[in-house]
T-cell receptor, first 113, second 114 residues
Framework: DGGITQSPKYLFRKEGQNVTLSCEQN?????MYWYRQDPGQGLRLIYY???????QKGDIAEGYSVSREKKESFPLTVTSAQKNPTAFYLC????????????FGPGTRLTVT | DQQVKQNSPSLSVQEGRISILNCDYT??????FLWYKKYPAEGPTFLIS?????DKNEDGRFTVFLNKSAKHLSLHIVPSQPGDSAVYFC?????????????FGSGTKLNVKP
C-alpha cells in the first residue's frame, strides 16, 4: 500500500528543546511539503522540496529546518526559535511540477510546554 | 491576509439532503481548485478538483461549481450521508507558479445527522 507515514502521532516537548518530526512516503513522489494547522486557520506552508537535496522556505519557515537526503524522507525540525510551536503538523507529497493533488500523511500533534 | 476563505465554520444537514459548502478566493491568478476532506486525527484526503476552464466538475455524489467572476466555488454533496461528516477544506493554486503551491481555507465542519 502506497502512502505517507508520520511519526509519532502525538509529541510532547519542553520549551527550549528542538524536536524532529518524521515524514516518509512510498508514492515515488519527487515533491514533499510541510504544513502547519492551527485552530480556525487553514494549512500554512512551512517548507517544501521539489527534489532530493533541495528545499525552499514556505510562508512560515522561521524557527523550522528541514533536510531532504532521500526521496522518501523529509524530516522537519522544530527549533527552540519557533515562538509558537504547539500545533498540528502535516506532511504531504505530490508529483513535482505545477498543480498536482497533494497527498497528506496523518499528521503529528506537537505540544510544547 | 487569507487568499482563500471559508466563511462558514460549520454546517449541519439532515441525511439524504444536499450539503453545500462554500469557498471564496481573492487572487484572480488562481486557476486550479481542490476540495479536501479531513476526519479527526487524520490527514486531509483529496476529494475533487476543478480547473478554471470549467465551471462544473462532478464525481459521484460530489460536484464542485466554479464562478470565476465572483471568485467563488462551492461543493455540493447529494445525497448527504452520515459518513460525510468531516471537515472540508478548499484550496486554490495557480499554474503560473513554478511549483505546486496551494492556499487553503480554514475549513468547514460538516455534520450530517441520521
Amino acid at each position: 500500500d502506497g502512502g505517507i507515514t508520520q511519526s509519532p502521532k502525538y509529541l510532547f516537548r519542553k520549551e527550549g528543546q528542538n524536536v524532529t518530526l518524521s515524514c516518509e512516503q512510498n508514492l515515488n513522489h519527487d515533491a514533499m511539503y510541510w504544513y502547519r494547522q492551527d485552530p480556525g486557520q487553514g494549512l500554512r506552508l512551512i517548507y517544501y522540496s521539489q527534489i532530493v537535496n533541495d528545499f525552499q522556505k514556505g510562508d512560515i519557515a522561521e524557527g523550522y529546518s528541514v533536510s531532504r537526503e532521500k526521496k522518501e524522507s523529509f524530516p522537519l525540525t522544530v527549533t527552540s526559535a519557533q515562538k509558537n510551536p504547539t500545533a498540528f503538523y502535516l506532511c504531504a507529497s505530490s508529483i513535482a511540477g505545477t498543480i498536482y493533488e497533494q497527498y497528506f500523511g496523518p499528521g503529528t500533534r506537537l505540544t510544547v510546554t | 491576509d487569507q487568499q482563500v476563505k471559508q466563511n462558514s465554520p460549520s454546517l449541519s444537514v439532515q441525511e439524504g439532503r444536499i450539503s453545500i459548502l462554500n469557498c471564496d478566493y481573492t487572487n484572480s491568478m488562481f486557476d486550479y481548485f481542490l476540495w479536501y476532506k479531513k476526519y479527526p486525527a487524520e490527514g486531509p484526503t483529496f476529494l475533487i478538483s476543478i480547473s478554471s476552464i470549467k465551471d462544473k466538475n462532478e464525481d459521484g455524489r460530489f460536484t464542485v461549481f466554479l464562478n470565476k467572476s465572483a471568485k467563488h466555488l462551492s461543493l455540493h454533496i447529494v445525497p448527504s450521508q452520515p459518513g460525510d461528516s468531516a471537515v472540508y477544506f478548499c484550496a486554490a493554486g495557480s499554474r503560473g507558479y513554478n511549483f505546486n503551491k496551494f492556499y487553503f481555507g480554514s475549513g468547514t465542519k460538516l455534520n450530517v445527522k441520521p
